[in-house]
Every structure is written in structure tokens, then in C-alpha cells.
């Protein structure tokens, strides 16, 4: 781990990441000792650090550091936090405050194949995420709705659970983001009041782009859901995981999404 | 400042306070030594931790930590904070992590006397307070929603602003509790949607029901509010504040205001 730049492990316990969970981060995978879709990557990082006017270090300094760190570990996940750095008591950011950012690589533990592949059985979460536009989107450090949505759930076999918001619209996996396919159309659901807009989202909402598909961005319930031909989640991590069970929709065959995991496996797209 | 007992100045980088916000804390004054209104402190404390299954340290562990910081700092104003601890990647809880515990104490600086006798000046946030019932009244370190209201003003005359949700209602300031005086009504906001129930609102309303005078929570608007007779902010720092100026409302006399001020100042309320 790199904490601005230097080997270490801690952070200053005055650090307005941990007081009010003032920062963001990002979480995505390195191969081959290089951070995986790496431009994608830095341009959520700024555009997170930039909705919250918090100086985003440049994307240099950040993917020397990684591949620094991907010398020892060169396949492993890799975690970006950048907070607003440390300041006294008091909500309101201190101009002088000096953003601190950290640098973390941890080994990658391999999911099941079967999930990639038959797909994944999912939660339906109990928790019901909260709206706020001006933090909606963002992939921000103040994340117990997702701490708690978690903790609903132990079952082994289900390593993902599907969130809804306080109106009754599905907005995603706990750490992960949605589509369903209709037809032909894929839907992916509006996050304008709450969730995060990951980096698989947008390279999914390429794949249709580049394939003639229409992706709409809805506003939908999870009785549409379970009606869906295909349901998929997506995260940097774990690539694209079909869903074969959520509450009452079962599928065995995942044709789309199946062509879809294979697109993004392909870094260039 | 300790951590976990021991002094220190930093957190490991893992903990989950800082990935997540995944923690709660209290700020709270220290007078000659020791915490003021210890135990309605305390009491929150461990209720915001129970609300989060976060085991809470004991009243008698903290309760000396303070006091040892207390020894060479005895006037000062107290932050504890208590985390889910430190562990890897992933939002679900281990259960093997053990809550961290941080106690810091800083010095107090005095805010002017006038404002507390003639009232202050106060902010209307733009920022609107999202709805989350499952966090609403715990003091959690998810405080992005205070940190972007703090953000929009830097006039230093004044001190405080005052926030309402997206449904309009008025909650609280962006660091205090509010009440209004209408007739002999005190009303103070709901906050079972939004907000932090702090323990100065607890104490007005103790400080109504051993004065005979009615203390409804309530939903109401700006509209009604800057229509009060006597508005006024608590908090655990700076005690109780008059407002004299929020956007259309003007008071120079703040009787009952002035009342309740001077019997929050007597620690065995």
C-alpha cells in the first residue's frame, strides 16, 4: 500500500475520509502488473473527485504508483481512495486541506467458475437506498446503505443481492451494476437519484452501441425485472455474472449476456 | 489523542470507518477534566452503535480515556469515535472485526458571547437531506450531506445554517438541533427520515416537559418556521444558540430561548 506515494498502511485519524466519509474510490482489477481499463478508470476518478471539489491527483502519479505496486503483485485487485485530506472539527472543508490518497493492491481471489458461466443466484435486499441527486452516480466513501444491505444476507451460494430505492426502482447489485434484457432491448436502471455509474456500465452500454442494440436507461420495478429475459450484474472485479435465480425469475441459458462477458474481456474495448 | 487505548495519531488505512463510513461518533465539551453530560452521551453512543451492530466500547473504558486526555487538557472539546474495525475488501461485515476506538481531545474556542445573547445569523442550505429511515437520527460517519451544506457559504458572521430534506421539511442546522416557539408550542423536526437526534434536543425537551410547556416533533416547512416567535440551535458544543436572522425572520428578544440556555448550562439537567 502507498499512502501519498510512501510505503505504509495508515492514514492520519484526523483524516476527513474517516470523519465524514468526505472522498471517493475506485476499486478495479491490474494484470500483468497494469491497472485493467485504466483511462476509463481515471476519468470516473476525476469526475468523482470533481462533483465533490476534491483535487484529484493526476493520472500519472496514480498509475505509477500502481504498476509500483504491481512489480510484486501483478495480477491482484487494486483500490484508489482519495479523500480531502485532514483538517479539525468541522463539516465545512478547510481550503488548506491537502487531499490524501491511497493505493492499495491485494491478491485477486477467483470467483467460481459456475457464476461466469450457469450464473449466480441473487438477494433480494431488504434495504432500500435513499435518494440524493447531488451524490447520486458518484462512487463516493459514505457507504453504509451498501454496509448494511450486506449484512442481510450469509447464504454462501448467493454472492450477490439486488438493491431497490425507497420508490420501488431497482438500482443495482450491492457492489455491482444492472441490466435486464426485454426482447431486444437492454434496460439498465436510472441512477440519477441514487447508486453508483460504474465503468462496466458504461463499456456494456458501448457493446450496444457497437452492436445495433438499443440500452435504455429506466426507471423500473423488480415485478418488471423478474419478467426479463436476461438479467446481468457487472463490476470491475468479477467481469459480468449472468442471474439464474432472483426470487421468482429462473434461467438457465444467457446467450447476450454470455456474448457480453466475452466483449469485455477484450481490455480495447 | 488515543486510539484504542494507546496514543496515537493514526488508523490503519483498512478500516472500515474510512472505506465505508461504517462508524459512528459524538463530539461533546470537557469541563475541568470531564465529559459534560456523560451519561446522556454515553447512552447515545451505544444506541447509534446498537443501531449498526457495532459493539460499543463500555462507559467506563471511555469514560477514562477522556479523563486521561482530560488530565493535561481539562477544558477542551471531546470526539470519540467507534468503527467496525478494520478488515478487506467487501462491504458485508467480517465478523472477526473488532471496533476501533479513537478519543481525541482538542482544545475549546470560545465562539463570541453575542452570539449566544443576541442570536445569530443563520444560512439556508441549498443542499436538501436525502431520506434513509434505517440511519435517520444516528450520529454515522456517512456526512457528505454536511460537508456539501457547509460548502456553500464562508460568511463569517454566520456561524450556522440551517438544512431541510427533499420533501421540504426544515430538519436541523448543518451541526445543531433546532426548535421554534409558536404561541406555547415548542415544536422541534421530525427526524425519522433524515437528521441526528443529538443530545441538547433530548434536554430541551426534558427541560419543556419540567416547565409545563407542550414539545411536539413535528414536519413543517421554512414557511412556517421564519413565522416563530423565538427559533434557536443546540448543540453539545456550543450549547444553545438564538437565531436573530434566517432569511425573512428577525428577533432581537429570545425570553424562552434565553430560559432554556441558562438551564442547559446546570450538567445535572
Given at each position: 500500500m502507498?499512502?501519498?506515494?510512501?510505503?505504509?498502511?495508515?492514514?492520519?485519524?484526523?483524516?476527513?475520509?474517516l470523519?465524514y466519509?468526505?472522498?471517493?474510490?475506485r476499486?478495479l482489477?491490474?494484470?500483468a502488473g497494469?491497472?485493467?481499463?485504466w483511462?476509463?478508470q481515471?476519468?470516473?476518478?476525476?469526475?468523482?473527485?470533481s462533483?465533490l471539489?476534491i483535487?484529484?491527483?493526476?493520472?500519472?502519479?496514480?498509475?505509477?504508483e500502481?504498476?509500483?505496486?504491481?512489480?510484486?503483485?501483478?495480477d491482484?485487485?487494486?483500490?484508489?481512495v482519495i479523500?480531502?485530506?485532514v483538517?479539525g472539527?468541522?463539516y465545512?472543508?478547510?481550503?488548506?486541506?491537502?487531499?490524501t490518497?491511497?493505493?492499495?493492491?491485494t491478491?485477486?481471489?477467483?470467483?467460481?467458475f459456475?457464476?461466469?458461466?450457469?450464473?449466480?443466484?441473487?438477494?433480494?435486499?431488504?434495504?432500500?437506498l435513499g435518494?440524493?441527486?447531488?451524490?447520486?452516480?458518484i462512487?463516493?466513501?459514505?457507504?453504509?446503505?451498501?454496509?448494511?444491505?450486506a449484512?442481510?444476507?450469509?447464504d454462501?451460494?448467493m454472492?450477490?443481492?439486488?438493491?431497490?430505492?425507497?420508490?420501488?426502482?431497482?438500482?443495482?447489485?450491492?457492489?455491482?451494476?444492472l441490466?435486464?434484457?426485454r426482447?431486444n432491448?437492454l434496460?439498465?436502471?436510472?441512477?440519477?437519484?441514487?447508486?453508483?455509474?460504474?465503468?462496466?456500465r458504461?463499456?456494456?452500454?458501448?457493446?450496444?452501441?457497437?452492436?445495433?442494440?438499443?440500452?435504455?436507461?429506466?426507471?423500473?420495478?423488480?415485478?418488471?425485472l423478474?419478467?426479463?429475459?436476461?438479467i446481468f450484474l457487472?463490476?470491475?472485479v468479477f467481469?459480468?455474472?449472468?442471474v439464474?435465480?432472483l426470487?421468482?425469475?429462473?434461467?438457465?441459458?444467457?446467450?447476450?449476456?454470455?456474448?457480453i462477458?466475452e466483449?469485455?474481456?477484450?481490455?480495447s474495448?
Amino acid at each position: 500500500m502507498l499512502v501519498n506515494g510512501a510505503p505504509g498502511s495508515s492514514i492520519n485519524a484526523e483524516d476527513r475520509g474517516l470523519s465524514y466519509g468526505d472522498g471517493v474510490f475506485r476499486t478495479l482489477r491490474m494484470q500483468a502488473g497494469r491497472p485493467v481499463c485504466w483511462e476509463r478508470q481515471f476519468a470516473k476518478l476525476q469526475r468523482d473527485c470533481s462533483a465533490l471539489k476534491i483535487p484529484c491527483p493526476s493520472a500519472l502519479v496514480l498509475s505509477s504508483e500502481l504498476q509500483q505496486l504491481g512489480k510484486t503483485q501483478p495480477d491482484g485487485v487494486a483500490k484508489i481512495v482519495i479523500t480531502r485530506g485532514v483538517s479539525g472539527r468541522g463539516y465545512a472543508p478547510s481550503p488548506q486541506a491537502e487531499a490524501t490518497r491511497i493505493v492499495n493492491l491485494t491478491p485477486f481471489t477467483a470467483y467460481p467458475f459456475d457464476y461466469a458461466k450457469q450464473g449466480v443466484r441473487v438477494h433480494v435486499c431488504k434495504v432500500r437506498l435513499g435518494h440524493q441527486m447531488l451524490l447520486a452516480g458518484i462512487k463516493h466513501l459514505n457507504r453504509l446503505e451498501n454496509v448494511l444491505a450486506a449484512s442481510e444476507w450469509q447464504d454462501q451460494d448467493m454472492p450477490e443481492g439486488v438493491l431497490s430505492d425507497i420508490s420501488g426502482f431497482v438500482i443495482s447489485g450491492t457492489r455491482s451494476n444492472l441490466f435486464m434484457l426485454r426482447g431486444n432491448i437492454l434496460y439498465t436502471p436510472n441512477l440519477a437519484r441514487c447508486g453508483v455509474a460504474g465503468v462496466q456500465r458504461d463499456r456494456v452500454m458501448d457493446w450496444a452501441k457497437q452492436h445495433g442494440v438499443t440500452c435504455k436507461v429506466a426507471d423500473f420495478h423488480m415485478e418488471e425485472l423478474v419478467q426479463a429475459d436476461e438479467i446481468f450484474l457487472v463490476n470491475s472485479v468479477f467481469g459480468l455474472w449472468p442471474v439464474r435465480e432472483l426470487a421468482d425469475y429462473r434461467r438457465v441459458q444467457h446467450p447476450v449476456a454470455w456474448k457480453i462477458q466475452e466483449w469485455l474481456v477484450d481490455e480495447s474495448h
